[in-house]
């Protein structure tokens, strides 16, 4: 009986372990170790954004997985991220709030994101918290004036590369 109770608190701790980092092999063979945020998505069925946004256009949004380099994440909790995806750079919300990506340390670093993409309007009001939140200045807040009509995107999953 003993010997059961140790097995099954083996199991429960041994079950809990999650780190959510797993190594990857690429495809130079090499083992690239990522982190998961939010709901643990693949890596697999990438898009490309210059061909979802034609579709966009006509559906308003659009489920989709894109990859790119992490230009920047709110500084003060990693509430959002801006992604460049080569031609353009994303803003990226996190949905619902329900997680957060590193504050620091990731600018640069490669990251694929799964969820909505859609047409954003994003009022004078937000672009200044967002700045704020940035850590911009106070003359650069001051200089925002007009609200932004861009792509915007809420990730249910994150993966960034360590």
């Known amino acids: 009986m003993k010997n059961i109770s140790l097995l099954c608190l083996a199991i429960i701790l041994f079950s809990c372990n999650n780190t959510n980092q797993n190594p990857i092999l690429n495809s130079k063979g090499d083992s ?3 982190k998961f945020y939010g709901k643990v998505i693949s890596q697999d069925s990438i898009k490309n954004l210059e061909l979802e946004k034609e579709s966009l256009m006509s559906t308003g949004i659009k489920t989709s997985k894109i990859s790119g380099k992490i230009v920047e994440t709110c500084s003060k909790k990693g509430c959002w991220m801006t992604l460049d995806t080569g031609k353009d750079t994303l803003f990226i919300k996190f949905r619902d709030y329900a997680f957060f990506v590193p504050t620091d340390s990731v600018e640069g670093k490669k990251a694929i994101i799964q969820g909505d993409l859609f047409l954003d309007t994003v009022t004078v ?9 940035a850590g911009k200045s106070e003359e650069e807040i001051a200089q925002i004036t007009e609200p932004s ?3 915007g995107f809420t990730a249910d999953g994150v993966i960034i590369a360590e």
């Open 125 to 133: 009001e937000m672009l200044k918290h967002y700045a704020e939140d």
């Open 32 to 34: 690239q170790s990522y």
């Open 149 to 151: 009509y861009d792509l």
